[in-house]
């Protein structure tokens, strides 16, 4: 739920220290939303029809939630706007972020008893909604503030969302691994950090080395998502041996 902080420091001379990063992490992410939108789309078709939107929106709705609850104890501490946080915690946090967004969005893998192509529609259609329900909430803010460049990034990220989650649930399902899940959770951290450090206060040198290695995490993203996402065919009926569920969920309700 913390792809974008508070809008203050946005409105200062600063920021033009962190322009680059935002305009550059604009235009990859506008690719690779239209990359996610291409790939999936491909092969959601080749995988069985399913009715998805409802219950992923009821799923997007509770992932921001869950991740909302679990990023709070790493923000409360903070006061963004005001060059008081430090540097520890703002890394704390930003280290965070990714591996609990990309937790909460995995949930409905680990919730239901399903086949396994109905588990990959379903995170990646909560993962769609987690960011369409982040980018409506943060462009509202981020408009009023006078920040409709940062509100357009709000948008566009919904394709960094699918396409981290693509990634996860891909790898978990169809290899039974949670390598896609460290990898997408380092991801999303690595891009979060320079933006979260600049919304404490911090402008330092280091800032500059962390925008480089955001930029380099957006593109690990697009190659790593081109890569794992086709794998998501495998996933119907009787392509993957002993097919069920991976592993135990949480428990046995449905919606």
């Known amino acids: 739920m913390l792809g974008m902080v508070a809008p203050g420091p946005m409105n200062n001379a600063d920021f033009a220290i962190i322009a680059p990063y935002v305009y550059t992490a604009l235009l ?4 690779l939303c239209v990359l996610a939108y291409r790939e999936v789309r491909a092969v959601w078709e080749e995988l069985p029809p399913m009715k ?8 997007g709705l509770m992932a921001v939630l869950v991740a909302s609850l679990l990023e709070f104890p790493f923000i409360a501490p903070l ?13 704390l946090l930003g280290m965070a972020v990714g591996p609990i967004e990309e937790f909460s ?10 086949e396994l192509w109905v588990l990959w529609k379903k ?38 969302h699918v396409a981290l989650t693509a990634i996860s649930a891909t790898i978990l399902l169809v290899e039974g691994s949670w390598g ?3 990898r997408a959770s380092v991801y999303h951290s690595l891009y979060d950090l320079p933006v979260l450090l600049f919304a404490g206060g911090y ?12 930029v380099v995490a957006i593109i690990a993203i697009i190659v790593d998502f081109a ?16 097919e069920g569920f991976v592993y135990p969920p949480f428990g046995d309700f449905d919606l």
């Open 79 to 91: 006061k963004f706007g005001e060059k008081s946080a430090s540097l520890f915690a703002l890394f």
């Open 105 to 114: 969005k995995l949930l409905p893998v680990k919730i239901f008893h399903e």
């Open 180 to 182: 896609g899940y460290i």
């Open 203 to 214: 402008t330092g040198p280091l800032l500059y080395a962390l925008m480089l290695v955001g």
């Open 227 to 242: 890569l794992s996402v086709k794998k998501a065919g495998r996933l119907k009926v009787g392509e993957i041996p002993g």
């Open 123 to 160: 995170a990646v259609g909560t993962a769609f909604f987690f960011g369409l329900i982040e980018a409506v909430l943060y462009s509202i803010v981020l408009t009023v503030a006078g920040e409709p460049v940062m509100a357009l990034l709000r948008f566009v990220l919904v394709g960094f």
């Open 52 to 59: 998805w939107r409802t219950i992923s929106f009821l799923l």
């Open 28 to 31: 990859l992410n506008a690719a």
